[in-house]
């Protein structure tokens, strides 16, 4: 499955994967205000076995065919409990 990955200047560290290249409408207006411009990173292949460093391929699969995107947040930092 192809993919195409987006970044928001808006928003650090976050991303919008695409299942077609530059399908903004397929997002709700509300998120695309929100996350402001998006800017091309990279276009992936995805697959059952491809690793992805910070998203379960899967889910980003199932988002892709379900709703035709998938959102990457940054990662929540946990603080230390001392």
């Known amino acids: 499955m192809q993919c195409f990955v987006y970044k928001s200047l808006r928003k650090a560290d976050t991303y919008v994967f695409l299942r077609a290249q530059d399908a903004f409408e397929l997002m709700p207006d509300a998120l695309r205000t929100q996350f402001g411009e998006l800017v091309f990173v ?3 292949e995805l697959s059952p076995t491809r690793k992805l460093a910070r998203e379960n391929v899967e889910v980003v699969m ?9 959102l990457q947040f940054p990662p929540v930092l946990e603080s230390a409990v001392d």
Do not use: D, P, R, S
């Not at 199932?62 to 998938?70: R, S």
């Open 42 to 44: 990279i276009e992936i």
């Open 62 to 70: 199932a988002n892709l065919v379900a709703q035709g995107y998938h």
